[in-house]
């Protein structure tokens, strides 16, 4: 041993040092060694130093300047909504933190995968109220899957592949990651090397479901007389929606989706019986009330779902098909609880289950359908008196874009009305706010899912309240030459709480008339084509140049003022008290 | 009201205290007390939380959105009977020059409490037990001398089970409370 290292000083060469990186550019090579392709972001003090290391990496990761921070985490949604990847948002410390804080909340709840990389002020300043310093992770703690503050330049590898780990598995969600500007600015202090993250000790989300379970849902599905599955967005996120399919094709159950679960099976499918909920179609919400045995699949049983959940499905027989185990039970009691991801354990199911005719029972669903038909729908597009009418809008887009569109709604009548009649023919088609029902989302989020998925026409329907909240976002589109196509339903209200002033409230309609500027006037001095259409025989031809546009284009559509959206289940009451009128 | 115990064994990191108590207080559910401490398990925490319930669902769903914090490697809720317990307590007891001597017999033979510290004019008694143990003793000490300071711990616990229960944790094949 001694004689060896004797010699070592003249055998070896001149040491090489290692080249080190700092913290910014570690972040950098996190990303690509992600395969992160776009981020959406707004710079700032605290995040400078990453910015200056993008300047290197713009022919890697595309990067795109929004013009708040919300219209960013509203973009990362609906590209992570497409894309199944996560978006991420890169934003400074302070404000710029506090401004994604709707859209970190909206995809929590949505169960959407997003990965926040936010400045904070230098790790000497923390707690001293410095300049643009929040206490983001206090702040995100309740909304996000995870969150974490890098405070050294080292640390970034392990946690970016940690934070994408986390982001994407299991049930998706968003993570947000504090990094000082120390860590930003700090070299490492060993070469930089990225793993990605396959497993954690304390987070194991089960995908593949224990056999028991799955064979007893298999035994209540083959007895049953009258079963019905709810599938909710967990299917489309598992990418399950074959298995879906080939399940309810073999045993012929009928299949009703949540909001969040529209376009998992094309609407047009002879076992799909529409969707469920508040303003959710007639029979597949009465009809819950009959089951046998219900299979609820990747859905959560929101209240919006339930109605008052004291008298929802007593008397059925409850299987729950669930990756987060904290949701069985929660609302709902399940009988037979399969904790796994959709798509295993549909595979798993589907060897078990018979084949099964339920002819009878499903035509009990086309039962309602015609009432509702009849009462509802026809006289929604078929009206030629008064303004046009939401529904005749979306119903002339669904049949021009073949229904092959991505459909980005905003939250109100229209959000309701998009999803009654547009007609889905390809998985992953709806992006909307579900479960938070954030006002200001879809033209962001049509931005987003445009740039996630650029092969597909996107076409975003949204509120004349909506769009006032994020507008500033035309911008960002016309700059990105993105051709996303926004439609406005302008009724000059705040059309859904105005429905609610007018059936709970006698009519008492407290601040929700809008004074609308001119829209298509604004988007032409950010640089937009766009029309407004007032007349029903014009609709057409304005959806028609629309569509044909090459380019973004935004069409306001001056809708009838005072609309309702029916069917209704009102509030607290149970779904069978649905009503029509 | 019933008593549970919710043990929860979570990686050793910041923010973790925050985000576990953020599940009771959106629940409304209040914290009676808690402890932590690292386990012999390096890097393995692990808390020791007392609530009052009248729902042994709820509790169950909390004890499930626990289990659901990224950091967190696993979660026990316990009724008292299903584990041994304590609390620790220390009295500062005035004994003034010429004032009432202190009966250490009594204090250590019925109570079971110990003496830990003699000051100048006071001394720190020792009583680990269950609360009532523990406010037993109060009451007594309160009849003979004045207490100028009184402090309870939080519960400890370990479960009726064999083994330690942080023994099983690197195998992490933790069942999903179903
Ligand atoms: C950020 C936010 N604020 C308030 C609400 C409550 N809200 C739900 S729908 C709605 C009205 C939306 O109006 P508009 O965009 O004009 O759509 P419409 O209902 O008329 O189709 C309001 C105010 C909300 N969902 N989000």
Redesign the pocket.
């Known amino acids: 041993m001694e004689a060896i290292t004797s010699v070592m000083p003249e055998i070896q060469e001149e040491p090489q040092a290692p080249t080190l990186i700092n913290g910014s550019q570690a972040l950098m090579r996190a990303l690509v060694a992600e395969g992160v392709e776009t981020i959406f972001g707004y710079p700032g003090g605290a995040i400078m130093p990453v910015y200056d290391a993008l300047y290197d990496f713009q022919d890697q990761i595309n990067h795109i300047l929004v013009r708040h921070e919300q219209g960013a985490a509203h973009a990362a949604e609906g590209y992570a909504r497409v894309t199944g990847r996560a978006g991420v948002c890169l934003v400074t410390s302070g404000p710029g933190a506090t401004n994604l804080v ?1 859209g970190i909340a909206d995809a929590l709840i949505d169960s959407t995968p997003m990965v926040c990389i936010v400045g904070q002020v230098g790790k000497k300043l923390l707690g001293t109220d410095a300049f643009q310093e929040a206490d983001v992770m206090g702040v995100t703690m309740p909304i996000t899957k995870w969150n974490y503050q890098i405070t050294s330049a080292d640390e970034v590898p392990d946690v970016l592949a940690k934070a994408f780990y986390i982001a994407q598995s299991g049930r998706p969600g968003p993570v947000l990651i504090d990094i000082t500007k120390s860590a930003q600015l700090e070299l490492m202090t060993r070469p930089f090397a990225y793993e990605r993250c396959q497993n954690i000790i304390s987070y194991r989300p089960r995908l593949v479901p224990k056999r028991d379970q799955v064979e007893a849902a298999a035994r209540l599905i083959n007895e049953a007389k009258r079963p019905y599955a709810l599938v909710g967005h967990g299917v489309q996120i598992a990418k399950a929606e074959d298995e879906l399919r080939l399940f309810v094709e073999k045993t012929g159950i009928p299949v009703a989706t949540t909001l969040l679960g529209q376009s998992t099976i094309p609407t047009n499918h002879p076992l799909y019986v529409g969707w469920l909920g508040m303003h959710g179609n007639y029979g597949p919400n009465v009809l819950t009330d009959e089951a046998d045995v219900i299979i609820a699949i990747g859905m959560r049983f929101d209240d919006r779902v339930t109605g008052d959940a004291s008298k929802y499905i007593r008397q059925a027989k409850v299987i729950h098909i669930e990756i987060d185990p904290s949701e069985i039970d929660k609302i709902i009691r399940a009988d037979a609880p399969v904790v796994g991801d959709a798509k295993e354990v549909l595979k798993a199911l589907l060897p078990l289950v018979h084949p099964n005719d339920h002819t009878v029972w499903r035509n009990e669903f086309r039962k309602y359908d015609a009432i509702e038909h009849e009462s509802i729908t026809v006289p929604e597009l078929t009206s030629t008196e008064g303004k046009i009418r ?1 529904a005749e809008v979306i119903d002339l887009v669904s049949k021009k874009t073949k229904g092959e569109a991505i459909l980005v709604t ?8 998009a999803s009654r009649y547009y007609q889905f023919r390809r998985p992953n088609s709806l992006v909307t ?1 579900g479960g ?5 989302f879809a033209l962001p989020a049509a931005f987003g899912a445009k740039v996630g998925a650029p092969d597909r026409e996107v076409v975003a329907i ?8 994020t507008l500033q976002e035309l911008g960002t589109i016309v700059q990105n030459k993105q051709p996303v196509k926004a439609i406005i ?11 609610w002033q007018q059936l709970f409230h006698e009519r008492r309609y407290s601040f ?1 008339e ?1 004074q609308n500027p001119d829209f298509i006037t604004i988007a032409k001095g950010f640089g937009m084509a766009g029309h407004t259409c007032d007349q029903r025989d014009n609709l057409s031809a304005s959806l028609d140049q629309m569509l044909a546009h090459d380019g973004p284009y935004l069409l306001e559509v001056i809708v009838e003022k005072e609309e309702n ?1 029916f069917p209704m289940v009102p509030a607290g009451a149970s779904v069978s008290q649905i009503r029509l009128k | 009201m019933t008593t549970y115990t919710i043990c929860i064994f979570t990686e050793n990191t910041i923010g973790l205290l925050n985000r576990i108590t953020i599940i009771f207080t959106r629940r409304r559910i209040n914290i009676e007390s808690l402890t932590v401490s690292e386990t012999e398990r390096k890097g393995v925490s692990r808390f020791t939380i007392v609530i009052k319930h009248d729902s042994r669902e709820a509790v169950e769903k909390l004890v499930r959105q626990i289990r659901k914090i990224v950091e967190v490697m696993a979660v026990f809720g316990y009724l008292n009977d299903e584990i041994v317990f304590n609390e620790i307590a220390l009295f500062k007891v005035s004994t003034p020059l010429g004032g009432k001597a202190l009966d250490v017999e009594t204090i250590n033979t019925r109570y079971k409490a110990w003496v830990v510290y003699w000051g100048l004019d006071y001394v720190v008694i020792e009583k680990t037990g269950a609360e009532t143990e523990i406010f037993d003793f109060f009451s007594y000490l309160r009849q003979q001398h004045e207490i100028l300071e009184f402090v309870r711990s939080g519960r400890v616990a370990v479960g009726k089970t064999e083994k330690g229960l942080v023994e099983y944790l690197p195998e992490a094949e933790w069942a999903y409370y179903l």
């Open positions: 709707t939401m905003d939250v109100g009548q229209h959000q309701m009305m706010s938070m029902g954030t006002m200001g949204i509120g004349d309240g909506c769009f006032q909240m339903l302008n009724n000059n209200f705040l059309g859904m709480v105005r429905q929700v809008l959206v």
